[in-house]
């Protein structure tokens, strides 16, 4: 879980949330990004992000550095292996799976998808939610109370099934948690999954840009694991120095204000996540980080604080080496990564971002690199997984 909220919180101290404002992009974007920002905005709780940059904090008041050039490290870098790449393929091959009809038997096993109809009643009235027709269901999923998916094995093509089964106390529910409850289930028909073979029609399938054969899929594969372990790299060794560099220095207690950005700017990243995935932020947080709402907020609290106690020492590096983000950078910069960002012209982005936020994003990034360029990094070789 730490490592998950540290990583969200980077996001947010490197100005990367700013993804995610609306800006001048299609319509379908612009469709999607409403309905989101929308339901973000209906979530009890979210409030404004707080406005402090570095130039309005004193930090000579909090921060007094220790060593932080010559830092010594021992670095794990990730190689991408002929095991991790195989792994990596026949998970896309699972994950487009396909259903085929099962033909030669017409009784439902464990691993088919039976296609039914299904209506669940509570004291003999129909309940909200309980009633569908033609829906595929795994069995063996888990994707309905226990003892539904259970109950229709063995169970014919055409056959209808009483299911008396009883609501989980934990369910969402009130009315249905702990609740006696009858499905009546018409097995329509039965499927199987059916896993791609790996060939140039299933690449083909993928409509990858420039990608049609099995070899140019290997190699795509490949540059994306070693992308990823690349980025993993970069983030661990900035975490290992950053952590260095703030034991060897003293730093106070941050601005109420600076601790209170990096905790509504993780929130705000969270809730907007939850929204796209159309939960509440509870659920999203129960999934992501497998702990109970109240927790989660103590783990923001106490990373929030230590975030912005990582910013003023970045800050504070900053000035000491003179390390600054000049305008023609940072419209370098934007030019650079507006398009990937969803806009459609540098202009646009400016218009809709804090540009101060994000030239403080940058110096930030400029420190990053600064501690890694002066570090002594030993590499030891260690795979993805």
Do not use: W
Not at 144 to 153: N, S
Not at 241 to 266: D, F, G, H, R
């Amino acid at each position: 879980m730490k490592n998950k909220l540290m990583k969200l919180l980077l996001l947010g101290m490197t100005g990367m949330f700013l993804a995610a404002c609306s800006g001048d992009k299609n319509d379908t974007q612009k469709e999607e990004s409403t309905q989101v920002e929308e339901s973000v905005s209906a979530e009890e709780g979210t409030e404004e992000i707080p406005t402090i940059y570095f130039e309005d904090i004193a930090v000579d008041d909090y921060v007094t550095l220790g060593e932080y050039k010559g830092l010594e490290v021992i670095q794990n870098k990730a190689e991408v292996t002929e095991e991790e790449l195989e792994s990596f393929i026949q998970y896309s091959l699972s994950s487009h799976k396909h259903t085929e009809p099962v033909t030669d038997r017409d009784v439902v096993e464990n691993g088919d998808v039976a296609n039914i109809d299904y209506e669940g009643k509570k004291d003999g009235v129909a309940f909200e939610g309980g009633t569908a027709a033609g829906y595929d269901l795994e069995i063996g999923s888990g994707s309905f109370i226990p003892g539904f998916e259970e109950g229709l094995v063995g169970a014919k093509v055409g056959e209808i099934v009483d299911l008396n089964l009883t609501f989980p106390d934990n369910y969402p529910s009130e009315e249905l948690a702990g609740q006696e409850v009858v499905f009546t289930v018409t097995v329509n028909s039965i499927s199987a999954y059916v896993t791609h073979e790996l060939n140039d029609e299933f690449v083909q399938e993928l409509a990858i840009e420039g990608v049609t054969t099995v070899d140019q899929f290997r190699e795509y594969a490949r540059e994306g694991l070693q992308a990823e372990a690349d980025s993993n790299y970069h983030y661990n060794l900035q975490m290992q120095l950053i952590s260095l560099a703030m034991q060897n220095a003293q730093i106070k207690e941050p601005p109420t204000e600076l601790v209170e950005k990096y905790k509504k700017v993780t929130t705000s990243q969270l809730e907007y996540q939850a929204a796209m995935y159309g939960v509440d932020i509870e659920t999203f947080v129960q999934g992501y980080f497998g702990v109970d709402l109240p927790t989660y907020e103590k783990e923001i609290e106490a990373g929030a604080l230590e975030t912005a106690k990582q910013a003023l020492l970045c800050y504070k590096i900053a000035l000491e080496e003179n390390l600054q983000v000049t305008e023609e950078e940072m419209n370098t910069k934007i030019e650079e990564s507006y398009a990937a960002m969803g806009y459609t012209s540098a202009d646009s982005f400016k218009e809709m971002v804090d540009l101060k936020e994000y030239k403080d994003s940058m110096l930030l990034d400029k420190v990053f690199n600064f501690l890694i360029e002066n570090a002594k990094v030993t590499e030891q070789v260690e795979s993805l997984q």
